[in-house]
DNA sequence: AATGAATGAGGATTCATTCAT
DNA sequence: CATGAATGAATCCTCATTCAT
């Protein structure tokens, strides 16, 4: 296993460690799940091979995990909560208002923050992007998180630097969708599409943060 | 099959016809498949329950298509080439500079005609992006395509309004990947995230391209 | 195709057109049959190969052969028929005492003669050897012909021998089955465990016949 | 099962053990693939057939043996060791000498061995028989110890007792041909062409081996 | 807690054979 | 006569899951 894949696994270890202590061989399974998965899929991803690489016994996967679903969702799940983490902790607004006084900090924080956790956990979020349309648990889960809480924080966000006449009066949703639009796109063209390019980010994101801040700026 | 479905399959076949005649149950397993498929997933759909939705025995889908992924790539391999069809026109760059004097133009006429595409073409689009990072034949077939012929078209169209002072002077590289990423952004929450919204897509267009305008326009 | 087998398909042929004319079609149906046959075994050929082989659609061979094993048995029946053709010709004592005042010249003839035979028809005797103890058909019609006729014809041939002092006093079926062992352990070796060995046929075939003679000469 | 296949599976099970303890489960799988493929033949036997004779499920077989044709192998391989073993032994030379000082010893030694040997092993000899042409690794191992090992043993054995003038002094390779052509001429009418009669098998090995000291003792 | 042998349903694919053209 | 599309049973093999040890 590379030494990135070492660094995603342990970041997700301490996701999972939260919940629950797990023994020498459960992580094992995880990581042996999580490299295959991200590698072939779930659906093409056998219990057998994640067991082999796992250097478990083929038993040992069911003992954990009631089903092979069962292993899919305790891997990601807990990884959407933690996606999402920033966005729901308790005082964000409070926090939001003070420390950052303009849009571009905000999105500054944001995108530098998350794609530091991106970086982590790329095989985790591959996994979910692609099951995300097939498991109707996860999409609960997604809808119920991301769709309501993420979305209607970012509106606020939005509606609030409206309010104070940094943003242009569009429809806040306009406003939250091309933002985010650009950031993720920059992240996926960052660690999917081009991940071998040798990208200088913190000038891509200046770039993609002073696009965002010109499109939305109010019209004189 | 709802109604959505048969126009997708109708557009497809006309795609497919170019290529060859097909056979009465050829189609109707082309139709079964990508029904199939898109809803499950290449993986976890099953040539037996493809040949059933087919209405045909399971051994016919084997003499039309040698295996289950020939059968997929049948599907996929047009489709990529038709999504990104009139980027590789041959006259192109004639076209586009008599016909789009702006930038905005040429926005407004991209993103609705590939609109009109995408709509008619959802779930083999659907399979595709699926499909993409684990079938290699696909992969190839993309980035010998997408990456280096339309984003290099992209490119130059971009210096082209560039050098006549509608856009500023960033990396072109820049310019298309913020443009390209608002446009797709705005397609899949349209399409995937949260297609059952009532969209007022002219409106949301002009949203975005005005955004894009004011993020690339030319700094005071 | 060999020439070699170009060779043994047209003796082959001339064994079938004794039974009735075949269209060009049937010909090269055959061709193909006993080269697939004999290279990879009965049942492990299939009939779609064999067409393909042949040139000739799959349904083409089955309007002229109603299964697969009739057309094993139309080419390995008339085979065995041919296999042992000298043994049953009608005057076969009368030419055989005339012909050949010796045992051993009555070997050398033997020897000769169904060699010759046999490299002009090894795949189709090889796949006679394969398929015997598995097609009761064929078993039936070798125990019949070979076991009885032949057998005994042998038998008659070495009393014959026997009550003019020329061959030990030993029961008739011992010395023919060592007169037989001997001659068909060269053929085997010849033909089918060391072909590509470069040998002195003649040299060989007198010392076999040397062996036999000496082995069955009466003791002083 | 009739007590002679009983008795076979019993000499092959202790070939096996040898090599590896098997579980209940595996004996049984052994013991129905041998049947099945001693009297279909290997490409004619159904793995699925295999498993109900055996009171297994089909999956089971796969548990220990990879393939189809790995079970094949597992239960031919070991058999061609076997079958020549006593010519492989380390003093073999040594032995030899000492034990039989005359070829007719020798003969009638190994005769007796190996068609004690080869009636307990019957049906696994016979499979052997049948798939040597088809499959290339028993075709390697064959040409490995048969061709290689045993033919040169033979033809010392020939040669030492052509030095001391028991054998006429032809090439030695037609001297061992003739008398293993005579001895498996012996053992194939006995064990596979009738094996319905009711032979005297000392008395045809002793007429055998006359056969053959006179037919290879030197000339006056 | 861990094992790994055992399961049998289901996987993709091939088969011999039929029949409308 | 010849075709080749169509069949569906049968092929070998893999799968997730169970359970006695």
Known sequence: MSEEMEQWVAEMLRINDLDAKMTDKQIKIIKAAVET???????ASSTSEIAQKAGVAEGTIFRHYKTKKDLLLSIVAPMMTKLIAPFVLKDFNKVLHSAYPKYEDF?????KNRMEFARNN???IKIMLHEL?????LQAQFKEHIAKKVFNRLQEVVEHF???????AIPSHVAVRVSVSVLIGFCFA???LL?????DEEQEIEYSIDFI????APRE
Chains 1, 2, 3, 4 share one sequence.
């Not at 998965?37 to 659906?43: D, I, L, P, Q, R």
């Not at 991940?195 to 990208?199: F, R």
């Open 37 to 43: 998965f991200s590698e072939k899929g779930y659906a």
């Open 107 to 111: 999105l500054r924080a944001v995108i």
């Open 190 to 192: 960052r660690f999917f």
């Open 133 to 137: 349309p097939f498991q109707s648990e």
């Open 122 to 124: 790329l095989p985790i």
């Open 162 to 168: 409206q309010s104070d006449g940094q943003i242009i």
């Open 195 to 199: 991940p071998e390019l040798d990208w």
């Open 213 to 216: 801040m010109h499109g939305l």
